[in-house]
């Protein structure tokens, strides 16, 4: 079991480089960054949260008493019998108790205290193992919320709940920020976002930088741009061709400030390979078989720039 949980964790990463983006959560959805957008009919499952931003997040207030009394936070959890060393000292106590009920004395001689000790470290690397591999699957997950299907254009049918009050489309899900207000999109939005899915992708295909600093913004395409470079480090080039929108659907828009947004659930199939750089041979994937994509695209424009002024602002991988 230990085996197979370190592998997960240790390959999890590389399952995904043959991916734009690496197969991660990165950029910025400007005050909701760190806020889950509403589930949709296309992405029903809650989004990853972001592995790579720039966006500055507020650090919970720390209470030095917590983690030391009774049902605190350490951890392992707070209290004696609760953490690591309650439970190692209460099974050296309690064997201990046991071998002097049946006439072995305290620790049943040196030999005994030996293979209780030895036990207990097994059992305790193992908890800490199941621990830490919880931690990792749990911080992947965020709470979603319902939806129910709104008309937008094209492929894009399905949106999120309505709250009571808010424009179609808008509203559910995650609660508002202060400092942004709901943004009702034009019918010509859609046709941008889907242009943007397949634009964007060709210049990565491409290793075209000056293309993605005029697609993304600069945060996006300085993630692109390392992802580019770790691959030249590698020898391989990603190729992506026939990209191809199945269906999508407006999660959440917004404006704050001098800046609108709008986060899409897109549904897509993409031929996606990993190509030796210099022979051109296929590492891997299928040139022949192209495959699906749920992701979560954030788009980015100033306000009131019209339909052209969207740039690729965050990518989420859905649950």
């Known amino acids: 079991m230990m085996a ?62 917590a983690a030391s009394r009774p049902g605190g936070t350490g951890v392992f959890g707070g209290g004696f019998g609760r953490g690591l060393m309650g439970g190692l000292v209460g099974g050296l106590l309690g064997a201990g108790l046991f071998g002097l009920l049946t006439g072995h004395g305290l620790f049943g001689g040196m030999g005994g205290f030996a ?11 193992v908890v800490f193992l199941a621990r830490l591999a919880f931690n990792w699957f749990a911080g992947r997950n965020a709470a979603a919320a319902g939806g129910r299907p709104t008309p937008n254009s094209a492929a894009f049918t399905g949106g999120p709940a309505v709250g009571g009050g808010a424009p179609t489309g808008f509203g559910g899900g995650a609660a508002a920020q202060p400092r ?61 061709s026939g990209v191809k929108l199945l269906q999508g659907d407006l999660s959440e828009a917004w404006r704050e400030g001098d800046d609108e947004y709008a986060t899409v659930a897109m549904r897509f199939s993409l031929v996606d390979v990993m190509e030796d750089r210099d022979t051109g041979k296929v590492v891997s994937g299928d040139p022949a078989q192209p495959s699906q994509s749920t992701e979560i695209w954030t788009f980015r424009r100033p306000a009131g720039s019209g339909a052209q002024g969207w740039t690729l602002s965050a990518i989420q991988q859905t649950a």
């Open 180 to 240: 942004s207000v709901p943004l009702k999109l034009a019918g010509e939005d859609f046709p941008a976002f889907e242009r943007l899915l397949a634009e964007t992708q060709a210049a990565y295909s491409r290793e075209d930088t000056a293309g993605l600093n005029r697609l993304a913004t600069p945060e996006m395409a300085s993630y692109f741009e390392e992802d580019l470079a770790r691959n030249r480090g590698k020898g391989v080039v990603n190729r992506i």
């Open 4 to 65: 197979a949980l370190a592998a997960l964790v240790a390959l999890a990463p590389a399952l995904a480089e043959a991916k734009m983006g690496g197969g991660g959560s990165m950029g910025g959805r400007g005050s909701r960054t760190f806020s889950a957008p509403p589930s949709t009919r296309t992405a029903p499952g809650a989004a990853s949260p972001f592995e790579r931003s720039i966006a500055p997040r507020e650090q919970p207030s720390f209470n030095p008493g």
């Open 115 to 125: 293979s209780v000790i030895g036990l207990l470290l097994q059992l305790a690397l």
